[in-house]
């Protein structure tokens, strides 16, 4: 399961997570702060800069996780 | 845990899934396709452009959402 995935501490925030996707030019980071929101970093131009970032609360990165591992269904 | 999420049936191709992250101006898709293959899409501009579009394998899919479901430990 870790494999492909480099962890980071950041002291007083919480830790990092990059996800190697296969490509350079297609990158994601996630952040997990010590509040439970989770940043998601979004890079897909290549370069260092993000394309996008996601601030989900707790409650939204278990919805998004959810679809995303397909343990979630329709009420 | 539907709540915030709504399903459209993509006849051949999957389902997508628009999730509600509380402002119009971020927001995020999921559509899983049939042969497991996630397509991330990520709007933060309030276009319906998406500024990014991540597509992820079964395996690369599950590591990323469970460190946002928060299942996820180092080895």
């Known amino acids: 399961m870790g494999k ?3 962890s980071q501490d950041l002291p007083g ?3 990092r997570y990059d996800v190697d996707l296969g490509s350079r030019s ?3 980071s996630i952040v997990v702060r010590r509040d439970g929101v989770r940043d998601l970093y979004i890079f897909t131009s290549g370069s260092d ?3 996008a970032v996601i601030e989900l609360t707790d409650e ?3 919805k998004v996780g959810a ?3 397909g343990t979630y269904f329709a009420d």
Chains 1, 2 share one sequence.
């Open 60 to 62: 939204q990165a278990r």
């Open 26 to 28: 297609q990158r994601l």
């Open 67 to 69: 679809l995303l591992v």
């Open 13 to 15: 925030i919480g830790t």
């Open 49 to 51: 800069d993000p394309v």
């Open 4 to 6: 492909g995935i480099v």
